[in-house]
Nanobody
Framework: VQLQAFGGGLVQRGGSLRLSCAAS????????MGWFRQAPGKEREFVAA????????YYSGSLKGRTTVSRDNAKNTVYLQMYSLTAEDAAVYYC?????????????????WGQGTLVTVSS
């Protein structure tokens, strides 16, 4: 599967942003999808994930309540809605795909990655 993330940009502190990730392939619903982010000088970290059916959603503890992950399998697209953004949320956001739920928070478990989309938060 090939992934392309988009929707990043400049947002004011306290604002909201929705990222999208478009996937190629005919069996998108078979993939467990994750969102990660990486700020300059920091390791890539888990943000959120969603099961193939969309029923199961999982969030980083630090971001829970400020993010919503969803997917539209008919459009081969997964979304990440973010709210109340702060400077600490500025990063390159990546979408990723894997088969199965095990290790959904681990970068190493994902075999497919999009190119990333940059989110900048202004004060």
């Amino acid at each position: 599967v090939q992934l392309q993330a988009f929707g990043g940009g400049l947002v004011q502190r306290g604002g909201s942003l929705r990222l999208s990730c478009a996937a190629s392939g005919r069996i998108f619903s078979a993939y467990f999808m994750g969102w990660f982010r990486q700020a300059p000088g920091k390791e890539r970290e888990f943000v959120a994930a969603i099961s193939g059916s969309g029923v199961g959603t999982y969030y980083s503890g630090s971001l829970k309540g400020r993010t919503t992950v969803s997917r539209d399998n008919a459009k081969n697209t997964v979304y990440l809605q973010m709210y109340s953004l702060t400077a600490e949320d500025a990063a390159v956001y990546y979408c990723a795909a894997k088969i199965g739920t095990i290790g959904y928070m681990s970068v190493r478990e994902y075999g497919y990655w999009g190119q990333g989309t940059l989110v900048t938060v202004s004060s």
